[in-house]
Nanobody, 116 residues
Framework: QVQLVESGGGLVQAGGSLRLACAAS????????MGWYRQAPGKERELVAR???????NYADSLKARFTISRDNAKNTVDLQMNSLKLEDTAVYYC??????????WGQGTQVTVSS
């Protein structure tokens, strides 16, 4: 239904910043919520942030002060600005969408590694 391509991951030092971008294509009319998840080694995949078409957001409580999600409905993109990165933020970050019919799509993931 929807294809997602992430970009912007990489290696950064603790305290630095990264901006992740995700571009959606395919059946873009079906997209409702867009968001980011992450999975660290040995941990379950967790919600980072999500955003609705009208701009309502949800964040993981521990990340709300440092991360900001945004979307451009016209361009079918969603970004994640990550500031003050910590070692614990190291994970594979996945872009995801949910359709109005509750069908989910996932990107391939992008690695974010935070070093000391």
């Amino acid at each position: 239904q929807v294809q997602l391509v992430e970009s912007g991951g990489g290696l950064v030092q603790a305290g630095g910043s990264l901006r992740l971008a995700c571009a959606a294509s395919g059946n873009i009319f079906s997209i409702n919520a867009m968001g980011w998840y992450r999975q660290a080694p040995g941990k379950e995949r967790e919600l980072v942030a999500r955003i609705t078409p009208d701009g309502r957001t949800n964040y993981a409580d521990s990340l709300k002060a440092r991360f900001t999600i945004s979307r451009d409905n016209a361009k079918n993109t969603v970004d994640l600005q990550m500031n003050s990165l910590k070692l614990e933020d190291t994970a594979v970050y996945y872009c995801a969408t949910r359709s109005y019919s509750c069908f989910g799509s996932w990107g391939q993931g992008t690695q974010v590694t935070v070093s000391s």
